[in-house]
């Protein structure tokens, strides 16, 4: 890069402010939740509110990658941050269930659009051997954001601040208004991108998996995800499992790994500066090795929270480190290799069904060893990564 350091900032602060604006579709989790309560849902109709998140992955990743190719990334991501803002203005005007359909799945497709879109434009503003720190730092910007959406759902819940008769539903303006301005903050900072030398079909994007690397860093991508929607799922169960515990003290479990997670990706960002990635991964999947091991036998509170913290962090970087790897090695085809990683998000929806069949059948231990099996493949996987980067 040949920008000054006041330039450089004056770019970098806008994108990472689209990494917040990311983070927006976590609050799917919390506003579901609230939506079940207000209308009295069924956990099967409440849950297909946050599984349309993961299934417009499916759909939407490699036609944005071919979007790209035409119009370009930035303009992509302001095109995403656009949906994602509508999305979140509709609660506004009520909390219908239809409604609620309608918004999440536009924040599911805007998602979708932003991921496959801003994470290679990190690409033209950094050098090449800062792009895995610099995406682990986006995803503990993002991480933020999750954070914060159901603090403000229960401060507006119970009226600690003016909500405006939106109850819990306040959530939605606030990153409403913080997404129109990322909009403005992007839309006038200036980006080079090189011009893609033509357009790339579908057929052409998917043929990229007949290559073996980008076929394993899709695959890696998949386990990343499962283990993370896993974890989250599985790890509260473990906890009434075997400890006898509640629901409402078996929560935790959760905000353990989320913790562990955002102090995973903020660490990772520096590390990643002076430690080669191949070698900061396999440490990474070591961890998750160890953590899903010790799931099998823990059972007492104090070893059960070290392996939920072990996994939290250990997964916290794989995302970046294997997303860096596909584009780096595919420097004339990341636009086409973004779409297709973040199709991969779509192992969110296929690991937790194989660790339901397995949970029914074993009990949590049959989830564990679903995600042991990603966990082990990630392992095989720090092998393949290129030293050379």
């Not at 983070?23 to 009295?40: K, P, R, T, W």
């Not at 990229?208 to 790890?235: E, K, Q, S, Y």
Request: aromatic share 12%; with cysteine; charged share 10%.
């Amino acid at each position: 890069m040949n920008m000054n350091k006041r330039n450089s900032l004056a770019v970098f602060l806008p994108v990472m402010m689209c990494f917040f604006t990311m983070g927006f579709v976590d609050l799917v989790g919390i506003a579901s939740n609230y939506v079940q309560n207000d209308l009295g849902l069924s956990d099967a109709k409440a849950n297909i509110m946050p599984s349309l998140v993961f299934f417009w992955f499916l759909i939407f990743s490699v036609p944005t990658g071919m979007l790209m190719n035409k119009i370009g990334r930035k303009k992509t991501v302001l095109l995403s941050i656009i949906v994602t803002a509508v999305s979140l203005l509709m609660p506004i005007f009520g909390n219908s269930y239809m409604l609620m359909l309608a918004s999440f799945s536009l924040l599911g497709i805007g998602n979708a659009l932003m991921q496959t879109s801003l994470n290679p434009l990190i690409s033209n503003i950094v050098n090449p051997d800062r792009l895995a720190s610099t995406l682990t730092f986006g995803q503990f910007v993002k991480a933020i954001a999750s954070f914060l959406a159901p603090y403000i759902a229960m401060w507006g819940a119970v009226q600690a601040i003016p909500s405006f008769g939106l109850g819990w539903r306040v959530l939605f303006p606030i990153y409403m208004v913080i997404a129109v301005a990322a909009v403005f903050a992007l839309s006038a900072t200036k980006i080079e991108e090189e011009k893609a030398e033509k357009a790339s079909g579908f057929i052409d994007c998917i043929r990229l998996l007949g290559r073996p690397f980008i076929l394993l860093c899709f695959l890696g991508i998949m386990c990343h995800v499962g283990i993370d929607v896993g974890t989250n799922t599985t790890a509260p169960k473990l906890l009434m499992e075997r400890l006898g515990y509640g629901l409402d003290q078996a929560a935790m479990a959760t905000s353990l790994y989320f913790i562990f997670r955002t102090i995973g990706c903020f660490s990772g960002s520096f590390i990643l500066r002076w430690m080669k990635p191949k070698v900061f991964f396999g440490i990474s999947a070591l961890m998750i090795v160890a953590s899903m091991a010790g799931l099998f036998v823990a059972n007492t509170p104090a070893f059960l929270y070290v392996c939920i913290a072990l996994v939290g962090f250990g997964n916290s970087n794989v995302f970046s480190i294997i997303f860096s790897q596909a584009l780096l090695n595919e420097p004339d085809k990341q636009n086409e290799v973004s779409g297709l990683m973040i199709m991969g998000l779509f192992g969110g929806t296929i690991f937790p069904l194989a660790m339901g069949f397995a949970a029914d059948m074993m009990g949590q231990s049959g989830s564990v060893a679903v995600m042991a099996i990603g966990a082990i493949y990630l392992m095989v996987y720090t092998f393949m990564i290129k030293t050379a980067k």
